[in-house]
T-cell receptor, first 114, second 109 residues
Framework: NAGVTQTPKFQVLKTGQSMTLQCAQDMNHEYMSWYRQDPGMGLRLIHYSVGAGITDQGEVPNGYNVSRSTTEDFPLRLLSAAPSQTSVYFC?????????????FGPGTRLTVT | DAKTTQPNSMESNEEEPVHLPCNHSTISGTDYIHWYRQLPSQGPEYVIHGLTSNVNNRMASLAIAEDRKSSTLILHRATLRDAAVYYCIPKAAGNKLTFGGGTRVLVKP
């Protein structure tokens, strides 16, 4: 299994541009989520999904959209990039269910907005 | 979510044990205690979790106080590869992970 994969690894955007960060997992996990990590800080939850067709907001959702059309993919869209969105973005997945609590994280996408 | 208190950083010598404390005095009865770690420039990695009894796996041991208000992650023989930020996260099964500041572990050769 490749686990959780993210593309691109690095991205530089100008203010106002839009882009999509890709996330895919091959473990058939129902639950997927997006986090951002600012320098020297812990991770903060942006959006999450408990299954295909179902998404919900996390702690810091403003400026981001998500959709979940398949179990495998969970893209994160930046609608109009702002310098405050400069961060490292991590995607994660896990099985759904009370006993299945181990989350698997991707390697991250480092985004700089100028 | 229960609040946690962890030291900002700890140092250890290679091959020696590391004991990482976590205070979670507001933990609820259904919260599991999870530990994740984040190596430099990588995503977080699951380490271990437990509810009441002490737990062991190939990476670490988790000792949980009898009143569950604190726990200790034990790395039995630290290696350079164990240098990371370690996060203690109490949460109910199925709930979202909430990351705090964690403890940065430095391992000296």
């Amino acid at each position: 299994n490749a686990g959780v994969t993210q593309t691109p690894k690095f991205q530089v955007l100008k203010t106002g541009q839009s882009m999509t960060l890709q996330c895919a997992q091959d473990m058939n996990h129902e639950y997927m989520s997006w986090y951002r990590q600012d320098p020297g800080m812990g991770l903060r939850l942006i959006h999450y999904s408990v299954g295909a067709g179902i998404t919900d907001q996390g702690e810091v959702p403003n400026g981001y959209n998500v959709s979940r059309s398949t179990t495998e993919d969970f893209p994160l869209r930046l609608l109009s990039a702002a310098p405050s969105q400069t961060s490292v973005y991590f995607c994660a997945s896990r099985r759904r269910g009370q006993l299945a609590d181990e989350q698997y994280f991707g390697p991250g996408t480092r985004l700089t907005v100028t | 979510d229960a609040k946690t208190t962890q030291p900002n950083s700890m140092e250890s010598n290679e091959e020696e044990p590391v004991h990482l404390p976590c205070n979670h005095s507001t933990i609820s009865g259904t919260d599991y205690i999870h530990w994740y770690r984040q190596l430099p420039s990588q995503g977080p990695e699951y380490v271990i979790h437990g509810l009441t009894s002490n737990v062991n796996n190939r990476m670490a041991s988790l000792a949980i106080a009898e009143d569950r208000k604190s726990s200790t992650l034990i790395l039995h023989r630290a290696t350079l590869r164990d240098a990371a930020v370690y996060y203690c996260i109490p949460k109910a099964a199925g709930n979202k992970l909430t990351f705090g500041g964690g403890t940065r572990v430095l391992v000296k050769p």
